[in-house]
């Protein structure tokens, strides 16, 4: 090898590695990087400093002779290979992971590409026996085989796997997370069908460190554009929450009932004043809550907004609580609004007027059940949309909200003529999008 390409793998290697350390260290400390995305680049930078750093240890020692130094170069190629196949399934399972494939390890593509990164490996293996593909002799130096393109096929077949990927999922990608996978898939893929050919320069540690940063940046930026974009909508929906809790006619008859009560019963008009004080400095708390509450707190609210309802109501409204587990986070104003839509369009939809509301919670597994049940009138299917006659907005609002912060939904059962029943799922510890998006 001319002292010229040394030269040149030298610069290659050592800014490669750089840049690689660069990328790590801009990883974890990127503040709109989600979890999983991490996880995903500090591995594929980690492979990638190793990887580099062996091509630049590699480079740093050509010129050592002896078996010893041999032995040390065969293992370093050894590392060089695996880690550079290592690199593509990386991708792979993130790209499949973005798309929204999971788990992605299931995924008949996916398999494939680790069936040919296992070829791929057992053929540096048994290069170290054979000596088919390529070969270190006793004075360090390093040469090829007449079956050395034959080690190409595993990784150029798994990166064009990659692009199949790309290309069927296309639709599941925003523009730039498109751009970032596309650049990651070509620019390695050609830098690697070029150094078959071109021998003794390294393009492929170079080109992969660049496209990795590449795909970095243009993910980081959808995801930060992403980040504005719920925050923007998460404080539209805060008003509407807002708005939707804090109605005229649930405030003009919350203090006509405490103005009655001032005449003939000044002690119970005197703690349904404080009772609505609370409610009310809960509501206006809330517009600055981006993250999950304490359970307590929001059962706290339920319980200011039933007083007040039972200060009107009297027994015609009934409220059990059945709380088998108190200790975890769930959104704000996500039960308030649902006891209400039991009330009022549950019980109080009753030809009597009067009835049950049932709250529970308990835990199941790893997250906990949240319910509101009453016994109602019910509804069925056709009243069961959004858009239907029993439509509220305290629902749909609470299902955003629910959606958005935790990722999971919310569940209505309802029996004509019998009741209904709403369910809420909460992750335990009230991990959501918006706080792996802050993480």
């Known amino acids: 090898m001319s002292k010229d390409i040394r030269n040149i793998n030298l610069i290659f290697a050592t800014v490669g590695f750089s840049m690689s350390i660069l990328g790590l260290v801009h990883t974890m400390v990127g503040r709109f990087v989600d979890r999983r995305t991490k996880s995903f680049f500090i591995a594929l930078f980690s492979v990638l400093n190793v990887y580099v750093l062996s091509v630049l240890v590699r480079e740093l020692t050509y010129d050592h002779m002896g078996t010893g130094w041999a032995a040390f170069s065969r293992v370093l190629f050894l590392v060089q290979g ?69 080690l190409v096929i595993p990784t150029a077949f798994i990166m064009l796997i990659n692009l199949g990927i790309l290309y069927q ?58 980040y504005y974009r719920i925050e923007s909508e998460n404080d539209r929906l805060k008003m509407d929450i807002m708005l939707a809790q804090i109605q005229p006619h649930f405030l003009f008859n919350s203090l006509t009932t405490i103005k009655n009560l001032i005449r003939n019963d000044p002690e119970r008009a005197e703690d349904g004043i404080a009772q609505f004080r609370d409610y009310l400095r809960h509501n206006m708390d809330s517009l600055t809550m981006d993250t999950p509450i304490p359970f307590e707190d929001e059962l706290s609210h339920v319980e200011e907004y039933v007083f007040l309802q039972k ?89 955003e909200r629910i959606g958005r912060i935790t990722g999971t939904d919310l569940k209505i059962e309802s029996v004509d003529g019998m009741g209904t029943c709403v369910t809420i799922t909460i992750p335990e510890g009230g991990r959501g999008r918006i706080a792996d998006i802050c993480s």
């Open 82 to 150: 695996i880690l550079a196949a290592t690199i593509t399934i990386i991708i792979t399972a993130f790209m499949l992971d973005q798309c929204g494939i999971r788990p992605y390890k299931d995924n008949g593509m996916f398999r494939a590409a680790v069936i040919l990164y296992l070829v791929y490996a057992v053929l540096l293996i048994t290069n170290l026996f054979t000596k088919k593909l390529y070969y270190v002799d006793d004075f360090n130096a390093y040469s090829r085989n007449e079956w050395f393109p034959v």
């Open 169 to 226: 999922n296309r639709d599941r990608l925003s523009a730039w997370q498109k751009r970032g996978f596309l650049i990651y898939s070509l620019i390695p893929l050609v830098a690697m069908l070029i150094q078959a050919f071109l021998f003794g320069v390294h393009l492929i540690a170079i080109s992969s460190v660049i496209a990795a940063l590449f795909a970095l940046t243009y993910i980081i930026y959808d995801q930060t554009e992403r």
């Open 311 to 399: 200060l009107r109501f009297g027994d015609d409204i009934e409220v059990r609580y059945d709380i088998e587990y108190r200790d975890f986070r769930i959104p704000t104003l996500t039960l308030q609004p649902l006891v209400e839509n039991a009330i009022i369009h549950g019980i109080r939809k009753k030809e009597s007027g009067c009835g049950k509301v049932v709250i529970s919670s308990k835990k199941v597994g790893d997250h906990v059940e949240v319910s509101v049940t009453d016994d109602g009138p019910g509804f069925n299917d056709d009243e069961r949309s959004d858009n239907g006659r029993r439509s509220h907005m305290g629902i749909r609002n609470v299902r």
